[in-house]
């Protein structure tokens, strides 16, 4: 048996069971008054347009399905495609594009782009926990990536699109940022607001660290422009894991999403964040990360195109 094979990647019903057992793990929740008793199932019924998952609430007499204020929301494609996108794009450890799921599912190219963008949404987990609790050890640095738009193309990095990525140890995940300039007040105000006071900096030898480690328990860097990329002194001191995780992040870039606006480059990261906070070297598997990206589709409605410019329109 596959795990394709399962039943909820190709019956409605079993779809949606699992779906709701995984965003109503105590019953349904009614969306318009917050009931949790009283809500009945109405059985599906091509003929009369009665959709799949569809309840009533009988405190407001309202109707409504888990689709409700997540990002499935007003989607016409069925649950069953949906986890499978899910799927493919959370076990795929660099990525899946649009075209390659465009072919997959037999949707249009269009509905595929806007569906990776959906999921890449729920992907992003929004987690305000400071890194390195406890006088953990939390890596920080900095890469390049693409094109910055409108920029020319020189020598140097000046007109690549810049991203600050965030690795602590103890727990193995990770936060990446886009920045718009590299300055020591754009990356002091991201480490700040995300790192515990406990927390020991690890960094490269940039200068714009220097001041920002002075707010935390202790720091420590390697000099790369001398070829040190592992303390002499201490082996503990290093940024290697969160370069590593760059690795991944360019070979996934370049090869897969080839074509990344800098509007968009927030949701490619927390994809690529979420599936290395949630990989297989720290227990988590194919089908659990899955589950962790389903549990985040609550409250993350994207619109294709928005009067304020945060929809998920390409244009």
């Known amino acids: 048996m596959s795990v394709l094979s399962r039943p909820y990647f190709h019956d409605e019903q079993a779809a949606f069971d699992f779906v709701e057992a995984i965003i109503w793990p105590t019953g349904p929740v009614c969306p318009h008054c917050g009931c949790t008793g009283r809500i009945s199932t109405i059985t599906p019924n091509a003929a009369k347009r009665v959709r799949f998952g569809l309840k009533r609430c009988g405190d407001c ?38 075209h390659q799921l465009h072919r997959t599912l037999e949707v249009t190219y269009k509905t595929a782009w806007f569906l990776s963008h959906r999921i890449r949404e729920a992907m992003r987990s929004g987690e305000l926990a400071p890194f390195g609790e406890g006088g953990g050890m939390v890596e920080a640095d900095g890469t390049f990536i ?46 700040s607001a995300n790192l515990s006071r406990e927390a020991i900096l690890m ?16 720091q420590g860097h390697t000099n790369h422009a001398a070829g040190e990329y592992v303390s002499r002194f201490n082996p503990l001191v290093h940024t290697n894991t969160v370069e590593g995780s760059f690795s991944i992040v360019k070979r996934g870039t370049r090869g897969v999403c080839q074509h990344c606006y800098k509007k968009h480059l927030h949701r490619y990261l927390a994809e690529f964040d979420f599936r290395y906070s949630y990989r297989v070297a720290l227990g988590v598997d194919d089908s659990q990360r899955a589950i962790r990206a389903l549990q985040g589709v609550v409250g993350k409605r994207l619109t294709y195109r928005r009067p304020d410019g945060g929809g998920a329109s390409p244009a």
């Open 61 to 98: 007499k309202g109707q409504f399905t888990v689709r409700m204020g997540t990002i499935f929301e007003e989607s016409k494609l069925p649950m069953t495609k949906w986890l499978q996108a899910i799927f493919l794009m959370t076990a795929s450890k660099k990525g899946v594009s649009s």
């Open 203 to 218: 960094t490269d030898e940039a200068r714009h660290y220097v001041k920002i480690g002075e707010q935390f328990a202790g």
């Open 146 to 191: 693409g094109v910055e738009p409108g920029e020319p193309i020189t020598r140097g990095a000046n007109h690549k699109m810049k991203v600050l990525s965030l690795v602590d140890r103890t727990t193995g995940e990770k936060r990446s940022f886009v920045l718009d300039f590299v300055s020591a007040k754009a990356i002091g105000e991201i480490v």
